[in-house]
């Protein structure tokens, strides 16, 4: 039987007294995607996380992993997925191998070639005490204390945080092999740029609320960037303002900054037609703005 | 900076200086209403030497020896292992949170820092010594008991400068290591070792002099009570002080600091060693890692064996030839003790080497040893690797929350057994050393029955721990019940109106129907037993159903 969602809530909520932290969530994530949770610091990524994991039990709400309920099913599920907690600590006294070794016990045992494969590609060293590695060496042990079981479901809690770049990327390349198999992985980060890399699809949480469940592309089309213009005269900022998706427009001299969620061609069009442009620096919006222009959506509608 | 260190430090931790100092006052209290109620005349019957082991000035009367009883012993113990701790957690303790390097971030040098941690063990044990002050004097007006002549401010300041003393030894030792547990665990054991000692040795002629090179000995042989403050003895002590600050400054300064702390154990120098690689590797390796059970009776391998051998060798195999190096006019004045008297100090009548070993082993030593460890152990189960942070990550592999609760109550009973057996073994061996012949099946119904009660008090911390997900909590309120559980047990059959009571408390059904010389109590077992079953039981659900606390 093909499964239709391999994590699903409904109605998901969380409170800690006052605190919402997790507000009516629905969410179903599909077999064989990357699924990529957003969320500024504090928006509720790691309650959602570990509300499904059974750590923490829902106010309201269920959820389900891989066709099981996530509380009553829970030994059984995590049996099927690997897990990179955020903020990951283990045990300082314990080498990588003993650790690894110590959950692959757990588990009943583990393919400890493919553990071996797993630490060369992320170049870990296992014999070293886990107290005494770097925490981004650390974060190479949870990595592969999660993928070393060829799990169905990777659920990661921002797991690239102290990867080097080159790591990053390698840890991109298993994820999406991950998925090729055939398994699922849901990754939570809160920067846009990871997730824009690597995932099919993205989530977006604020205050505990999901905002938007979007494609990547469709979001990329939608995210708004920063982008400076540098003329080699003076430019008159009424040119900017009145074009489609350019806002926020401040104009110094020869310097133009602005926020611009559409097309960049025809914006160079725009800036091209009318003056010679020196120089162009574009940034990624941070998510704070992106969030903003969804609310902006929402309000509209 | 100073100020700051020092009032962040204390603000951590004065609570629980409160709450024990608290409870120590109300024990007070408690103490001097039962013995207020009682015939005090055969105190002044008693030997010198004997009355001095027992912190029991020559006219006895109700206020003195409530205050030796309580104060000299519980209290005095309580308000150092405070000291202790704050002590110990000072430098090594920041090192191990890793903080100690944002804390010398800031523009001042590490005397300063220790300076500052210094001043706030010294707060901490001023604040209770203060609180017991107040009891100790607000006692006896409550209970309109006369005590002329008996100097409370004295001997809570012996107390308060006592306290300090260990608190140093303990900071001194962690700014040397870098290790709280080494400086806890090496200062408690020269705490619990010196009180044994001074209780011990001026029993045995020809040995008085030694008990001279104790710290203890400055706190209490000179006693304040009755002779208020001996300025010789406090300075003795206060020139301790000076030289284990000064040691604690140097240690600190010379050493590289830890960023945190990884302990080198000796398993780990032997997997470094090509020779012992082989062989290492089995122990520490593979096989500390194959169960839960056994990587939670691994993180106390240490504690276990310390406290198991200290047991065996002093508590167990020492005391049966020194048993019969006892004076003989105090094994015949001790004839001369009523019932209820010999209740107080664990019901030994030293006239019979059971009676001996009751008072000195099974008495106290032997619940606090097996305690030491089922507490620590139930404590730290869950709520240790909550505090960790390591629980989500354990829990994420496919085993239920029951199974790990049930994984570690192994581990606790497998340690606590581990003492109790020492402790049977220990004693018997003495016993056939000293030729004292005593019932070896008694011997063996004794020690499991201080090990059932051990490991009722530890699965209070490991119910408390799994419930409320808080090791401070799981430690001290496993303590603070059985202190006042000790303390009910051995008082209130002293009274004939609240002796009925005493069977609410556990210690009852540790030692009330004297099995070393009457053997097994299955009943008093079985209650012990029941209780811990149920109390486990109680863990269990109450993890399942809560929250799991996130890192910090």
């Known amino acids: 039987m093909a499964l239709e969602s391999a994590i699903h809530a409904e109605g998901l909520t969380k409170h800690y007294g006052d605190v919402r932290a997790l507000v009516d969530l629905d969410l179903d994530v599909y077999p064989g995607e990357v699924f990529g949770f957003l969320g500024p610091n504090g928006a509720g990524k790691t309650t959602m996380i570990r509300t499904i994991l059974d750590e923490i039990r829902p106010t309201a709400g269920t959820a389900s992993i891989l066709g099981l309920d996530s509380h009553e099913s829970s030994v059984e599920i995590r049996d099927h997925i690997g897990y990179v907690p955020g903020d990951l600590t283990m045990y300082p006294n314990l080498t990588g191998k003993d650790t690894l070794t110590y959950f692959a016990n757990l588990r009943g045992g583990v393919d400890w070639d493919h553990v071996d494969t797993l630490a060369e590609r992320l170049g870990s060293d296992l014999t070293k005490k886990i107290g005494d590695l770097s925490s981004g060496n650390r974060q190479k042990i949870g990595l592969i204390q999660a993928f070393m079981n060829r799990p169905e479901l990777l659920i990661m809690d921002e797991p690239s945080s102290g990867l ?97 969620d559409g097309q960049m061609e025809s914006l160079l069009e725009l800036a091209t037609s009318r003056y010679t442009l020196e120089d162009i620096t574009t940034q990624e919006a941070d998510l704070e703005e992106i969030f903003l222009t969804y609310y902006r959506d929402v309000d509209g509608s | 900076m100073l100020a700051t260190v020092a009032t962040k430090t204390f603000r951590d931790r004065w609570k629980g200086a409160v709450i024990g100092s608290v409870t120590l006052g109300l024990l007070l209290i408690f103490g001097m209403a039962v013995y207020r109620d009682i015939d005090l005349s055969v105190y002044t019957s008693l030997p010198e030497a004997l009355r001095a082991m027992m912190n029991i000035p020559a006219d006895a009367d109700v206020g003195s020896i409530a205050y030796g009883a309580i104060y000299g012993s519980y209290g005095a113990l309580t308000l150092a292992a405070l000291a202790i701790s704050s002590g110990a957690a000072s430098i090594a303790g920041e090192e191990r949170k890793g903080t100690i390097g944002l804390l010398l971030g800031n523009p001042k040098s590490r005397t300063h820092v220790l300076v500052s941690k210094a001043i706030s063990v010294v707060l901490l044990a001023a604040i209770g010594a203060l609180i017991m002050l107040a009891a100790g004097l607000a006692a006896p007006s409550m209970l309109s008991v006369d005590i002329t002549g008996i100097h409370v401010g004295a001997l809570m300041f012996h107390m308060f400068v006592n306290a300090v003393f260990y608190g140093f030894l303990a900071l001194a030792i962690g700014g040397w290591t870098g290790s709280g547990a080494t400086a806890s665990g090496v200062t408690g054991g020269v705490m619990v070792l010196s009180f044994i000692g001074v209780g011990l040795l001026p029993v045995v002629s020809g040995l008085e002099d030694i008990s001279k090179v104790l710290p203890w000995h400055y706190f209490n042989q000179s006693q304040p009570t009755i002779n208020g403050v001996d300025w010789g003895h406090i300075g003795v002590l206060f020139a301790g002080i000076v030289v284990l600050f000064a040691a604690g400054l140097v240690g600190v300064n010379r050493r590289d600091l830890k960023s945190a702390t990884v302990g080198v154990a000796l398993i780990d120098r032997l997997r470094e060693n090509r020779i012992t690689q082989t062989v290492a590797e089995r122990l520490a390796g593979s096989a500390r890692v194959s169960h839960i059970w056994v990587k939670t009776a691994s993180e106390h391998q240490g504690l276990v064996l310390i406290t198991a051998l200290t047991m065996f060798l002093i508590m167990g195999v020492l005391l049966g030839p020194m048993y019969s190096m006892i004076d003989e006019l105090m094994l015949s004045a001790m004839d001369q003790f009523p019932e209820t008297v010999l209740a107080l100090f664990g019901g030994g009548d030293m006239s019979t080497p059971e009676g001996w070993y009751q008072l000195e082993t099974f008495g106290m030593m032997a619940p606090i040893a097996v305690m030491v460890v089922t507490i620590a152990i139930g404590a730290r189960a869950l709520a240790g690797e909550e505090a960790h942070g390591t629980m989500g990550l354990l829990l994420a592999n496919p085993i239920s929350r029951s199974n790990v609760v049930l994984q570690k109550t192994f581990a606790m009973v497998l340690h606590g057994s581990i003492v109790g057996f020492s402790i049977f073994a220990g004693v018997a061996l003495g016993s056939v050393l000293g030729g004292l012949g005593m019932n070896i099946g008694n011997i063996a119904a004794t020690s499991a029955l201080v090990t059932l009660l051990g490991l009722m008090f530890g699965a209070l911390a490991l119910a408390l721990s799994a419930g409320a997900g808080r090791v401070k909590v799981a430690v001290f309120v496993p303590i603070g019940a059985a202190l006042v559980s000790h303390v009910a047990t051995s008082f209130l059959p002293l009274s004939e109106n609240l002796a009925g009571y005493a069977k609410w408390s556990p210690f009852h059904y540790y030692l009330s129907s004297d099995p070393l010389n009457n053997g097994m109590p299955w009943g008093h077992a079985a209650v012990l037993s029941a209780l811990a079953l149920a109390l486990v039981a109680l863990a269990v659900v109450l993890f399942d159903r809560r929250d799991l606390r996130q890192t910090g």
Do not use: C, W, Y
Request: aromatic share 6%; no cysteine.
């Open chain 1, 164 to 260: 080097d770049p080159l790591v990053q990327r390698e840890f991109q390349t298993m994820m999406r092999e991950v998925v090729a198999d055939g398994g699922t992985v849901f990754l939570s980060s809160h920067t846009l740029s990871e997730v824009q890399r690597v995932a099919d699809r993205v989530g977006i949480i604020r205050k505990g609320k999901l905002i938007v469940v979007e494609t990547v592309a469709d979001l990329r089309s939608k995210a708004v960037r920063r982008v400076e213009l540098r003329f080699d005269t003076e430019v008159d900022s009424s040119v900017f303002e009145t074009f489609p998706g350019v806002r926020d427009v401040v104009v110094n001299n020869h310097h133009v900054v602005m926020s611009f």
